[in-house]
Structures are given as structure tokens and as C-alpha cells.
């Protein structure tokens, strides 16, 4: 559907045109001055240094002749030349019933559907995931929902951190602790075990232990370099422990995410990457971009019209050792061969800013992607604690995910029981519910690059600018829709239509979800998932006013009550798909 601004300038430009102005003068904008207009046309301003006249003139001649115009309840051409216009709210009612019939609410999708691989959550086996994983995988998931919802074909993939050094320390410190294992016997000869040798929580004791031991150990930093050499040739016996690895550290990871309510299409790693490095090397020598120097093996991607100094990208360490950017590039020529990407989007901390301008160059010079492939990089801030540093445990420790989101839910619990209006049964579902909608809301209202403080208190209230208050919102539309079925019948519910508003903030809250299509598509445009929790606070906010303006259950006009209803419902459902689009869903009481 065309929004409210496109169609009133449709209707100017013909006005212009037909006396003799530019019709490119008709652009129409919502008025800053809602005290006396509703949008307003600046096109005569511009059109009268054109035509050398005066813009009160040509504003004027034009005003006179969109007063026929039926979308228009007023036009006026006022000093020194603009023309302040009002909706009809006839027109109105009528586009607002319209956008309620579409299932996208009068979205326009994508006029050209793209294949789109979205990189994002990027955890790392075998540790625990921690906040600094939380904002890739919120931010991750809100874009790859948009991304769908517009239309295009999403592709989304963990890409695990699975083949560092990581592995080659829980190898080392594994065998000092159970050198009876058969992996490490080297005369084993039959099947390894099918049960890993280790639990989830003894993983993830032994990997920050063996990573503090190397640090001191010299030896024992060695002996793991050593076993992540082996393991990266595929000796047998790591292969299996990595196996094992993996396994319970994805299971642990897929419970963490299906938590967050965090889903991917691929599990991949950057293992997954590994078989195309050989050729990615011998290929970038070929072409003559891979060049040695100290022994290690670099490709430049200074561009003439730097301003500031890239270092070249290093494909292969001295020791022969590939790196983090010789994965990722190895992950573009695997991506490239499955799924022809029009577009990459990578949801990373937006300190690896430099490494991906280092990738994105370097598969550009190669042509690894095509010239139009779109490589973005949405590079996120820090989440900080009350006192501005990095977000930390009480005791300073590194905050797990799992503890934070405990500490959120026990406030909101605790919430939730003060106002004692959710019955028993529901209460852990909507704590999860409501929680989530803390924590998402907290870190995806702040613009993404942004670094931001994470509060508690404030993110769980259900007051002010917070995802409870938008589901508190949504409740309470909800908890009407159905007195009112209840009262009158499912079917008089059903048969309800907007009608013409009667008072402003009926008009206000019409003219609020009438921008609900141009809120998403800039969102997406921009890849900006604080645009829509802007825009459901603008809803929530024009809902509030609406709803303290007019007794909607208590209106004994019946007419105009199935009006307030069907604006309602309205109302909810463009609340409702904004919160999907950021990953966040209402419970039924609150
Ligand atoms: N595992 C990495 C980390 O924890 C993030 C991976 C981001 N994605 C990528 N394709 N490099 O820093």
C-alpha cells in the first residue's frame, strides 16, 4: 500500500503540474506543528526561486485547488508559503479499514527479494555463552525476522567458534587429568565410546582452567598448540574428543538460544570452513594477491582513498597456521557455493570492525563475491553496567547469560505477584514472557553501534519506554476484545470497522498505525531494529491517550463502540507484529 504521504503528494502533483511547477515541488511531510496542521507541503518555498515568484502566490493557487481534493478536510496556503494541510477523516477511516484487511497491514515487501545470510550469535564451543554473546544473538534475530517478514529469502547461521585453540587446551588439560582415556592410548584399536568423557558443566570448568594454565605453563601451552595442530590434520583420536566437544556444547547452546527465543538455520562453524582453505590459498597466490612477507603469507587492501591506515589482511601465519580471517574468507567461497547470496550481513562486537574490512576487501579483490553482493557489517556497542564499565558480576566475574536473564526474571517475578493479576499456572510462562521482552527492549531500543547500560529496574518496569509496558499495552487491548465478545458476540466483534474518528486522539492513534508499513521498511532498510521499538512506543503512547479519551466498554453508542473496536484490534495487531519483529511476544495476562 502506498503510505499516507506518498498518496497526498500523488494528489498535488498533478496540481502543480497543471499550473505550470515542477511536479517534483508536491512532496508532502508530516507537519511539525501539529497546533495547526496535520502534514504540510514546503514545495512553493522552492518553486517560487524556480519561477521567480512569490511562494505565498503559487502556494496559494495550488491550496485553492486541493480544497476539491476529498483526502483533504483542510488546506491552507499560509505566510510565507506553505501549504498546512488536515486529512479527512472520512479518507481516513477508509485507508485505516483497507491496511486492516491486508495481512501485512499494507506493508510493501520487497520489490526484488533477496537471498540474504545472516552471521550472527557466533558463540564459541565450549565456553559458556556470555553478554557479550547476548547482543549479537537479540539484535541477529530481530534482523533475520525483518529480513523474512519483508519478504526475502533468510538464511541464518550460528558460525560457532569451533576450531581455535580452544579445542587443543581441553585436549591437553583433558589427558592430564584422564590419561587412561583411550584417545590418548596410542595403542587403542577399537571404536572410541559413544558417551563423551565429560559433562557440560566439567567442560566448561576445564576450559578456562587449561586457558589460565597456559598462561603460566609454558610446556603445557605448547603441548596444546601441538594438539590443536594434530586435530586441524585430523589425527583420529582428537577428532573424536572434538566430537564430543561439540556435541554437548551445542546441545548446551541450542537450550541457551531457544531460550532467548534465538533461532538459526545453520548450526555451521568455522570448521565447516576448514576443506576450502587450501584452495583459498593457493588461489589468492595464483591470482597474484597473496604475497609473502616475514614468512607469513598477506594480502593488501589499502584503497587509494583511505583516510585512515589498513594493515594488510594475513591469510597464513608463519607457521603456516591459517586465522580468523582466513576462516571467514573460506566461509564466503563455502556460502558462495551453497546459496549465492545477493546479500551477507555479519552481527559481530563492533571492536572486529577492522577484520571484516579486511575480509570484505579481500573477497572483493578475489571475487569471491560478485560486484553487487552486498557485504554489511553491523558492528554493535558494549553493554555496560550501572557504573559504565563493562557489564560484570556482582563479584567482578564475566556475566554467564543464563545468571543475567535469572536476575531479570526474579524481578520480574516478583513484579508480576506484587500486581497479582496473572493466575498461578500462567505465571512462569509470562515471567519468561515478560523478562524476555525486558531484556530485548533494553538493548534493542538503543541505536545497535551504540554502547548502552544495562538496568535492571528500568528494563523490567512496566512503565515508561519498556518492552513490558508495549506487552502491558497489548494486554490490556486484549483483555477488552474479549469482554467485549463475551458481551456483545464473537460475531459483532467480527462485524466491527474503523470509523471516521471523533475526537483527536482517535485521530492521533489512526494516523500513528497508518505509518505501521513505512516504520518497517525504513527499519529494515536501515537495518535498524530500534526504529520499530520507536515506532511501538509511538503506538503504545497514541493507544494510551486513546484509551484514558474514551470509555471504550462502557460507550453506550453501539456504533461508534464497534468503531473503538476495530481500531483496537487494530491497534494490537500492529503491536503484536512489532513485537515479533524484534522477537518478543505478550502473555495473555500481566
Ligand atoms: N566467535 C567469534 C567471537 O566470539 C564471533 C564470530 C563472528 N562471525 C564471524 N563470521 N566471524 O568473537
Redesign the pocket.
Known amino acids: 500500500m502506498k503510505s499516507i504521504l506518498e498518496i497526498m503528494a500523488d494528489e498535488l502533483r498533478p496540481l502543480f503540474s497543471a499550473r505550470g511547477y515542477d511536479e517534483k515541488f508536491a512532496m508532502v511531510k508530516v507537519s511539525n506543528r501539529p497546533d495547526l496542521c496535520e502534514y504540510q507541503c514546503n514545495g512553493a518555498m522552492a518553486a517560487a526561486k524556480q519561477y521567480k515568484k512569490k511562494p505565498i502566490d503559487i502556494a496559494t493557487e495550488v491550496a485553492e485547488a486541493a480544497r476539491d481534493c476529498s483526502m483533504f478536510s483542510e488546506v491552507n496556503a499560509v505566510m510565507p508559503g506553505f501549504i498546512n494541510l488536515r486529512i479527512s477523516n472520512e479518507w481516513l477511516a477508509d485507508h485505516m479499514e483497507k491496511m486492516a484487511q491486508q495481512e501485512k497491514l499494507g506493508l510493501n515487501e520487497e520489490s526484488e527479494p533477496k537471498t540474504v545470510v545472516i ?1 550472527f550469535g ?3 564451543a565450549a565456553k559458556p555463552l556470555h553478554v557479550g ?1 547476548l547482543r549479537s544473538a537479540v539484535i541477529g534475530e530481530s534482523i533475520q525476522r525483518m529480513a523474512r517478514y519483508m519478504g526475502n529469502h533468510v538464511i541464518s547461521d550460528v ?3 569451533d576450531w581455535g585453540l580452544q579445542m587443543g587446551l581441553i585436549i591437553t588439560e583433558l589427558q592430564e587429568r584422564k590419561p587412561e582415556l583411550p584417545y590418548f592410548d596410542p595403542d587403542f584399536k577399537g571404536e572410541y565410546p559413544a558417551e563423551a568423557p565429560f559433562t557440560i558443566a566439567e567442560l566448561e570448568e576445564i576450559y578456562p582452567a587449561a586457558s589460565k594454565k597456559s598462561k603460566v605453563d609454558e610446556v603445557f601451552a605448547e603441548k596444546a598448540h601441538q594438539a590443536t595442530l594434530r586435530l586441524q590434520e585430523g589425527f583420529a583420536p582428537y577428532t573424536a574428543i572434538w566430537n564430543h566437544i561439540m556435541n554437548v556444547s551445542k546441545k548446551d547452546l541450542k537450550r541457551n538460544y531457544d531460550n532467548l527465543d534465538v533461532h538459526f538455520d545453520l548450526w555451521k562453524g568455522e570448521s565447516d570452513a576448514e576443506p576450502y582453505i587450501p584452495g583459498l590459498i593457493d588461489d589468492l597466490v595464483k591470482k597474484g594477491l597473496a604475497v609473502e612477507s616475514q614468512g607469513a603469507l598477506v594480502v593488501d587492501i589499502a584503497e587509494e582513498s583511505d583516510t585512515r591506515e589498513y594493515p594488510p589482511c594475513i591469510v597464513r601465519k608463519s607457521d603456516g597456521a591459517a586465522l ?1 580471517a582466513t576462516s ?1 574468507l573460506a ?1 564466503i567461497i563455502q556460502r558462495e557455493q551453497d546459496f549465492h547470496p545477493d546479500r551477507y550481513i ?1 552481527v ?2 563492533k571492536r ?1 570492525e577492522l577484520h571484516f574490512t579486511q575480509v570484505f576487501r579481500v573477497s572483493r579483490k578475489a571475487g569471491y563475491v560478485k560486484p553487487e553482493t552486498e557485504l554489511t557489517f553491523l558492528g554493535f556497542g558494549t553493554m555496560n553496567g550501572k557504573d559504565g564499565g563493562p557489564f560484570k558480576t556482582r563479584d567482578g566475574g564475566v556475566m554467564r547469560l543464563e545468571y543475567l536473564i535469572h536476575d531479570i526474571n526474579e524481578e520480574v517475578e516478583k513484579k508480576i505477584r506484587e500486581k497479582g493479576r496473572v493466575p498461578e499456572d500462567e505465571i512462569a510462562e509470562t515471567v519468561r514472557r515478560v523478562g524476555l521482552a525486558a531484556l530485548k527492549y533494553g538493548d534493542l531500543s538503543n541505536q545497535a553501534t551504540k554502547d548502552y547500560i544495562f538496568d535492571v529496574d528500568r528494563f523490567t518496569s512496566f512503565e515508561g519506554n519498556t518492552g513490558p509496558h508495549i506487552q502491558y499495552m497489548d494486554v490490556r487491548i486484549k483483555s477488552i476484545l474479549t469482554r467485549y465478545a463475551e458481551e456483545k458476540g464473537a460475531a459483532a466483534a467480527q462485524a466491527a470497522v474503523i470509523r471516521p474518528a471523533e475526537s483527536d486522539s482517535e485521530k492521533k492513534l489512526q494516523m500513528v498505525l497508518a505509518k505501521f508499513g513505512e516504520a518497517v521498511e525504513s527499519a529494515w532498510n536501515e537495518i535498524a531494529p530500534h526504529k520499530i521499538c520507536a515506532y511501538m512506543s509511538e503506538v503504545s503512547d497514541a493507544f494510551s491517550a486513546f484509551y484514558l479519551d474514551n470509555n471504550i466498554l462502557g460507550e453506550t453508542d453501539e456504533n461508534r463502540q464497534k468503531g473503538f473496536i476495530a481500531l483496537i484490534r487494530l491497534t494490537s495487531r500492529v503491536l503484536e507484529t512489532c513485537m515479533d519483529l524484534i522477537g518478543v511476544k505478550a502473555p495473555d495476562h500481566m
Open positions: 552471521d557466533g558463540a564459541n554473546h558460525h560457532l567458534g580468523y571467514d566461509t555479519y559481530v562486537d572486529q
